[in-house]
């Protein structure tokens, strides 16, 4: 009878498969120390994303694109800058393809983040539920909190990271001069554009 030893077999592997599955779960799980912590790391990541959304919607309704170009180069980083020091911890935004070559790329454990946000939004995940966080152990034995939550690309954020035949000629030249090795386009509503990161000491 060859039947019972291969069905030992698989369920052994189940069986084990399950376990590392079970002990990844419970390595991941926040003491009450930790989960106030991911609030409180969660609600920076917020006001990022919301205060810069809101600067860049009335750009765009009053200048229009082409000046609202200029509210990201310098919002971004300056709201950024300011939760920071506010804060006590390091925000910044990541893209899967990246625009502003100086601080737009994701380093080790932001790819892994992203790399996660991709295999969960095409499992389904709300887009908005997306975020990832891990607490580490630096090399001079202090703790810190990696955090990622995802940026998907909306609507309105075609006019400057769509094909690039979509977007209007003088804006394109704009963002050309301005960043001239840009990958930042060819994006379309609902894909990963990429994450708000922030380290923060325990
Ligand atoms: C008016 C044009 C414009 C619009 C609209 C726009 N962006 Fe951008 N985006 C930029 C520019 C310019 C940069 C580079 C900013 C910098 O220098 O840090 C940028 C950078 C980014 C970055 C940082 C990573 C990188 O590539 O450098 C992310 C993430 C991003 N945009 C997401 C979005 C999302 C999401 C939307 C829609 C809600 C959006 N953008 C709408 C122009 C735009």
């Not at 390595?27 to 930790?34: C, F, K, R």
């Not at 996660?116 to 090399?139: H, I, M, N, S």
Request: proline residues 5%; hydrophobic residues 35%; aromatic residues 4%.
């Amino acid at each position: 009878m060859k039947k019972p030893p291969l069905l030992t077999a698989s369920l052994y592997l189940v069986a084990h498969c399950m376990l590392v599955h079970v002990s990844a779960i419970a390595d991941t799980t926040p003491s009450n120390l930790e989960s106030t912590t991911i609030d409180s790391t969660r609600s920076i990541a917020s006001q990022l994303l919301n205060t810069l959304g809101q600067k860049l919607k009335t750009a765009m309704s009053t200048d229009g694109p082409a000046s609202a170009v200029s509210v990201c180069k310098e919002a971004a980083p300056a709201i950024a800058n300011s939760l920071s020091a506010e804060h006590g911890v390091q925000i910044t935004r990541v893209g899967t393809r990246v625009r502003n070559q100086k601080m737009g790329h994701a380093n080790a454990w932001q790819k892994e983040a992203l790399t996660q946000f991709e295999e969960r939004l095409a499992l389904g995940e709300k887009p908005t539920d997306l975020e990832y966080w891990k607490v580490v152990e630096t090399t001079n034995g202090k703790r810190e909190l990696h955090y990622a939550k995802a940026i998907v690309t909306q609507p309105q954020c075609l006019t400057c990271h769509g094909q690039t035949q979509d977007i209007p000629a003088a804006l394109a030249e704009k963002i050309r001069l301005e960043y001239p090795n840009d990958q930042a386009t060819g994006y379309s509503a609902g894909k990963l554009r990429g994450a708000v990161v922030i380290t923060k000491p325990m």
